[in-house]
């Protein structure tokens, strides 16, 4: 069963430093999105994409935050210069135009910042 | 601000009830409604979905739907302690390109 893909697992990362977190959305899927989840809290939309530009995107997603589809199949979020409370799990999911959009994520990315 | 407000628990149910678990919205344009499951540590698994008023059935799962009272439910039926888990509701307005909106989790239990 096709599945969504993340890598890293876990990234750890020092305060102010870049990190690009990537995914390899369901191959037949148009929309992509990014959420994060902070230890013990809900899940929180960042961002969606649809044909190569940002749909929506939360106040969460500020100037720090950028998202990029470089080729066919990678979907990547990068974040600038991170900070001790971008420390949480990053989910990447996708959709395709089924009846209700449904999402589909992939099994995260743990970034810890230091 | 749009709201998604559910009993984070836990909610402990004897293995082979019916588990009962709610959520409440407070958007009234939200149009489509999701039941996930998560595991500790582990990423959001879609159960189901609606958008319709009424119930709908999937194996042991039955989702519920009532947009005038802005109520989803879902329950689980011969439970399993597999089943336990925190169990997610989200929603969204309808379009592929709206994120969804979660509720913080209700924790699920199933006694043996």
């Known amino acids: 069963e096709p599945e969504v893909t993340q890598t890293p697992s876990h990234q750890v990362t020092q305060m102010g430093q870049e990190v690009i977190l990537r995914c390899v959305p369901i191959s037949n899927h148009l929309y992509f999105y990014w959420y994060r989840q902070i230890l013990g809290q809900k899940v929180e939309f960042l961002v969606s994409f649809y044909n190569n530009e940002i749909s929506e995107k939360s106040e969460i997603f500020d100037d720090q935050f950028s998202v990029e589809r470089p080729d066919g199949s990678n979907f990547t979020l990068k974040i600038r210069s991170t900070k001790l409370e971008d420390s949480a799990m990053y989910f990447c999911?996708?959709?395709?135009?089924?009846?209700?959009?449904?999402?589909?994520f992939g099994p995260g990315t743990r970034l810890t910042v230091t | 601000q749009k709201e998604v407000e559910q009993n984070s628990g836990p909610l402990s149910v004897p293995e082979g009830a019916i588990a009962s678990l709610n959520c409440t919205y407070s958007?009234?344009?939200?149009?489509?409604f999701f039941w996930y499951r998560q595991y500790s540590g582990k990423s959001p698994e879609l159960i189901m979905f609606i958008y319709s008023n009424g119930d709908k059935e999937d194996g042991r799962f039955t989702a519920q739907l009532n947009k005038a009272s802005q109520y989803v439910s879902l329950l689980i039926r011969d439970s399993q302690p597999s089943d336990s888990a925190t169990y997610l509701c989200?929603?969204?307005?309808?379009?592929?390109?709206?994120?969804?909106?979660f509720g913080k989790g209700t924790h699920l239990i199933i006694q043996p």
């Open positions: 958007d009234r344009g939200s149009q489509s």
């Open positions: 999911a996708s959709s395709d135009s089924g009846s209700a959009y449904e999402q589909y």
């Open positions: 989200a929603v969204s307005e309808g379009g592929g390109a709206d994120g969804l909106t």
